[in-house]
């Protein structure tokens, strides 16, 4: 009779062994097949798993029964190899969780995030919900791009809802369309509707920043139209700008006295003509209430036709003296972008803000030189240059008419390596006071910032297919509307590595893979038949 009990206890304690490992399987199954059930994953794998150790804890009086028989001894020596081993894999595992470490494989890093999103989310100083609203079924696609960004910034949280199930959450959210995610962050909200990391990225900036920047392009010289989508226009930077919060106007000094208050920065993208003196008197003004301007002078075709001495004048008050010349590369780089030597390649930035781990090649068609000096407590610094190989020519009439140049000295001629690029910083007179913070010191009063380049195609449409030339410019924007978290390289978009095949290319591969790789495996097996035999 307690033969028959003990029996009896036995295949109980079998059927609790048999409910353990159950359980963890379907916890596995709600892991890869049922995602929207993970909240439930955890318990149901902790409850298989105490069963099991129930289990084996009851058939521990058995075991220990039968230890002397030589079975029962490599089996005791099996159990105690197999539990060493979930030992070890366990031990792993928790490493592998204290210590995360991520490799992408990828030849365009698609996993990988930007500088620019990298700084952002490390500036975030409180905690930001990242809400996700789809049908369960896409949430891995979710999951396998937003990872990285939990990874990275600590106090960003991401949440999925069904919006099948749950669409009373969705309809409080004002979530339209599938896949839409919503961003919380210090009461700010921001919808994201695209899976890419700049569409993320924008709206983490947005989010972070709180307001929105104005800048303003001046118009009435045959300035570069921000609304332009011709060759020579401004529109890629325009939708650049909008992706990172700033909005822009035109702006025509001649019929404006002063630039509008709230400007966050004044861009001048090669004018044609000379500014009027009450233009100049305008841009003097912001500047001293701390504002900045970001000046682009091209050269001219001929000697003397690109000087415009009212807006170089006002330059040079700043320690910018722009040359009357054109830079030319004969280092061969310009190759690369299937340019000539009229394009000066820049591979080599001096330490500034603008190019801090900046480490792009840009490219500039038909530039002019820049030099700098120390005026009234105004220092400029260099910040683009070109290499050694490169020169300032100043025969411009055999450039223009396609003639061969060399480097000449004696006619004035400057060897490289020569700046492109140069910004200045200085106090600003009639910047406002702001306004101390509760308890705290007042922050110093803003300065004024002016960078100056020449050449303005760089950033025109036909330019920006350079990522380095897109990158430079905002970046030069960032600091002087004093945004430097803005100052990174910016995500790039996804290589596309699709492979075009002609139709007899075509028509090898599905001979090779229905035909020829089956006929050679059955003629090995035949083979093999026959020398057995």
């Known amino acids: 009779m307690a033969g028959t009990n003990y029996t009896q206890v036995s295949k109980v304690w079998a059927i609790l062994g048999w409910v353990g490992v159950a359980l963890v399987v379907v916890a596995l199954g709600v892991r890869f097949i049922f995602p929207e059930w993970d909240q439930y994953r955890t318990p149901i794998a902790w409850s298989g798993l105490a069963l099991i150790l129930i289990y084996l804890a009851a058939q521990w009086r058995e075991s220990a029964t039968g230890a002397s028989a030589r ?7 099996s159990v105690v190899s197999v539990l060493a081993m979930l030992a070890i894999l366990a031990a792993i595992n928790y490493l592998g969780v204290r210590q995360n470490k991520r490799w992408d494989l990828t030849a365009n890093q698609v996993f990988s995030l930007s500088e620019q999103t990298l700084k952002v989310l490390q500036g975030l100083d409180a905690p930001a919900k990242l809400t996700v609203f789809d049908v369960a ?55 994201i509707t695209n899976l890419e990391e700049q569409d ?39 939708d650049a700008l909008k992706g990172d919060n700033y909005a822009f106007e035109k702006l025509v000094l001649a019929q404006s006295p002063t630039v509008p208050d709230g400007a966050s920065a004044v861009v001048i993208a090669g004018p044609q003509t000379d500014f009027f003196p009450g233009e100049v008197e305008a841009l003097k003004t912001y500047l001293a209430k701390g504002g900045s301007v970001f000046a682009m002078l091209d050269p001219g075709e001929k000697p003397g036709q690109g000087t415009l001495p009212n807006l170089t004048g006002f330059l040079k008050e700043w320690g910018v003296e722009v040359g009357d010349d054109v830079v030319v590369d004969a280092s061969g780089v310009g190759q690369i972008f299937g340019a000539g030597p009229t394009v000066p390649v820049a591979a080599s930035y001096p330490s500034h803000p603008i190019t801090e781990r900046f480490n792009l090649m840009t490219a500039y068609p038909l530039a002019r030189s820049i030099t700098t000096t120390t005026v009234e407590g105004k220092t400029a610094q260099p910040v683009i240059e070109t290499s050694a190989q490169s020169w300032a020519e100043k025969d411009l009439g055999g450039l223009v008419g396609g003639q061969e140049v060399s480097l000449d000295a004696a006619k004035g001629d400057r060897q490289g390596p020569i700046t492109l690029g140069a910004a200045v910083s200085a106090a600003a007179p009639n910047a406002p006071e702001v306004a101390a913070p509760a308890g705290g010191e007042a922050p110093p009063k803003p300065d004024s910032r002016l960078f100056v380049m020449g050449d303005s195609d760089f950033a025109a449409n036909y330019g920006l297919g350079i990522q380095g030339n897109r990158d430079l410019f905002l970046n030069a924007l960032g600091w002087l509307s004093r945004q430097e978290g803005l100052i990174a390289v910016r995500p790039r978009a996804p290589e596309d590595r699709r492979l075009t095949l002609t139709a007899d290319q075509l028509n090898r591969i599905a001979l090779l893979s229905i035909v020829l790789i089956p006929a050679a495996i059955f003629g090995l097996g035949v083979y093999t038949w026959w020398r057995r035999r």
């Open 137 to 191: 079924a896409n949430f891995d696609r979710f999951r396998d791009r937003l990872e990285e960004y939990t990874y990275r910034a600590p106090q960003l949280s991401i949440d999925y809802v069904d919006i099948d199930r749950n669409p009373a959450r969705a309809k409080a959210a004002n979530v339209q369309t599938a896949g839409t995610m919503v961003l919380e962050y210090k009461g700010r909200v921001e919808r």
């Open 71 to 77: 079975q029962t001894k490599m089996g005791t020596m």
């Open 200 to 238: 993320i990225a924008n709206a983490f900036i947005k989010a972070t920043t709180g307001q929105e920047r104005k800048v303003y392009f001046v118009q009435g010289h045959g300035e570069k139209d921000p609304a332009a989508s011709d060759r020579l226009g401004y529109s890629s930077v325009a």
